[in-house]
């Protein structure tokens, strides 16, 4: 069953293109509310979407999802509310990158950490052939991927 949501949330989503009636209407890029809050770092409105039963597993245009967002707007409480709610850490996007991959290849270390200390595999493999060590961009990341095999 689905929350009442607040006066806040509901018009952060108007003010953001979406239908509070509509909980996981898609909007640009076929982004859902949640996700776009995720990204935009908007830690209460997407703990409270979540509650209300926003779909964490939907994947937009590319395939990426709500645990990507996090990684982009470095929101490690959201992360861990999507993963609490059976986000799959794993999710490959349309070009068979995971969040892991994306962390390594940007650079952002601690969220390699993350993902190691919680189990992400690391060796999926993105379309063209490449794992989360492959993409590493920085030494740190290179040592802990390194570390992990």
């Known amino acids: 069953m689905r929350c009442m949501l607040s006066d806040n949330t509901r018009a952060w989503m108007r003010d953001n293109g979406f239908d509070p009636a509509v909980i996981d209407a898609p909007g640009k890029y076929a982004d859902t509310a949640l996700m776009l809050a995720c990204r935009h ?9 979540l509650g209300a039963g926003a779909d964490h597993a939907h ?24 993963l609490a709610a059976g986000t799959d850490i794993d999710n490959q996007n349309d ?14 270390t601690q969220w390699v ?19 989360a060590l492959d993409l590493a961009s920085n030494i740190e990341c290179l040592r802990l991927l390194r570390a992990s095999a």
């Not at 994947?59 to 999507?82: K, P």
Request: hydrophobic content about 45%; glycine content about 10%; charged content about 25%.
């Open 41 to 49: 770092g908007a830690t209460a409105i997407a703990l409270e979407l």
């Open 95 to 108: 070009n068979g990158a995971t969040a892991l991959m994306y962390a390594a290849s940007a650079g952002k």
């Open 59 to 82: 994947r937009n245009m590319d395939g990426t999802d709500a645990l990507w967002a996090c990684v982009v707007s470095n929101n490690v409480e959201l992360a861990d509310a999507l």
């Open 113 to 131: 950490k993350y993902f190691l200390e919680r189990g992400a595999d690391t060796g999926r493999r993105s379309l063209d052939d490449f794992s």
